[in-house]
């Protein structure tokens, strides 16, 4: 008898360590703490990433090259619809180097993984990796309304004052799907409406202090904020500016 109960307590210990070490792997696979192990960084090392800004401008240019050759109308759109997708995939793509970087209120690195950037110029940065015409320098030192009227037509900018949290994301996730800049009471960064849910990424001052992709839903920092002015950013203005 003691013998079976034994075995039976043994069985479900194991079962219960191994349960344990499942949940703790899913737990640590979905939070931000695995962008600062050495295996991330390895994965999504410098050399890597010059190699990808290199293929985007590749894939840039020849986009550009296809729109100029359209002759009609719809050939146009139909360029221009993939290089929607592409820009997008290009700035998830480019993010994913950025992620478990430090921030600093005085960050400026453009190197990413190592030293510390600022949530402006993690923008400005980003965007100019991109190949989106941008003055890194100067934007990343503006207020966060002028930086996105300097990068993004004013037809596609919305400013909100004390308008409740729930309403001011659902009126962005009905702009459409694509990448925003959200400028709020002293922060900025960007929201990623990919059509299932809405990212907010940016160079976070708090808890870990760096660069992190979260749901825009769970941010007390846009939660929080009074001021939002949030701008879509356009293809057409990568593709031709």
Same mark, same amino acid.
């Given at each position: 008898? !003691?013998?079976?109960?034994?075995?039976?307590?043994?069985?479900?210990?194991?079962? !219960?360590?191994?349960l344990s070490?499942?949940v703790?792997?899913?737990g640590?696979?979905?939070?931000?703490?695995?962008?600062?192990?050495?295996?991330?960084r390895?994965?999504?090392?410098?050399?890597d990433? =010059?190699?990808?800004?290199?293929?985007?401008k590749?894939?840039?240019e020849?986009? =550009?090259?296809?729109?100029?050759?359209?002759?009609? *109308?719809k050939e146009?759109?139909?360029?221009?619809?993939?290089?929607?997708?592409?820009?997008?995939?290009?700035?998830?793509?480019?993010?994913?180097?950025?992620?478990?970087?430090?921030?600093?209120y005085?960050?400026t690195?453009?190197?990413p993984?190592?030293g510390?950037?600022?949530?402006?110029?993690?923008v400005?940065t980003?965007?100019?990796d991109?190949?989106?015409?941008?003055?890194?320098? *100067?934007?990343?030192q503006?207020?966060?309304?002028?930086?996105?009227?300097k990068?993004?037509?004013?037809?596609?900018?919305?400013?909100?004052?004390k =308008?409740?949290?729930?309403?001011?994301?659902?009126?962005?996730?009905?702009?459409?799907?694509?990448?925003?800049?959200?400028?709020?009471?002293?922060?900025?960064?960007? !929201?990623?409406?990919d059509?299932k849910? @809405?990212h907010?990424?940016h160079?976070?001052?708090s808890?870990? *202090?760096?660069?992190?992709?979260q749901?825009?839903?769970?941010?007390? @920092?846009i939660?929080?904020?009074?001021?939002?002015?949030?701008?879509?950013?356009?293809? =057409?203005?990568?593709?031709?500016e």
């Amino acid at each position: 008898m !003691l013998k079976r109960l034994k075995r039976f307590l043994i069985r479900w210990l194991i079962r !219960l360590s191994l349960l344990s070490i499942v949940v703790a792997g899913i737990g640590f696979y979905v939070s931000p703490y695995k962008y600062q192990t050495p295996f991330y960084r390895w994965l999504y090392s410098y050399s890597d990433y =010059k190699i990808l800004l290199a293929d985007i401008k590749s894939k840039q240019e020849n986009l =550009k090259a296809e729109y100029a050759a359209a002759k009609t *109308k719809k050939e146009k759109e139909k360029v221009l619809k993939n290089a929607q997708q592409v820009f997008e995939e290009s700035f998830e793509e480019i993010c994913k180097y950025w992620y478990g970087t430090k921030w600093s209120y005085s960050g400026t690195t453009q190197i990413p993984g190592k030293g510390k950037i600022a949530c402006g110029y993690f923008v400005s940065t980003i965007l100019r990796d991109l190949g989106y015409p941008i003055d890194r320098i *100067k934007m990343a030192q503006a207020a966060s309304e002028t930086l996105i009227r300097k990068t993004i037509d004013k037809k596609f900018i919305k400013v909100r004052v004390k =308008k409740d949290f729930g309403d001011f994301m659902e009126e962005v996730e009905e702009m459409g799907e694509g990448i925003y800049i959200l400028g709020l009471d002293t922060h900025i960064g960007f !929201l990623f409406v990919d059509g299932k849910s @809405t990212h907010f990424i940016h160079s976070s001052n708090s808890l870990l *202090k760096g660069v992190r992709n979260q749901l825009a839903f769970s941010s007390g @920092t846009i939660r929080r904020s009074e001021y939002r002015v949030v701008g879509q950013l356009q293809v =057409k203005r990568w593709l031709l500016e």
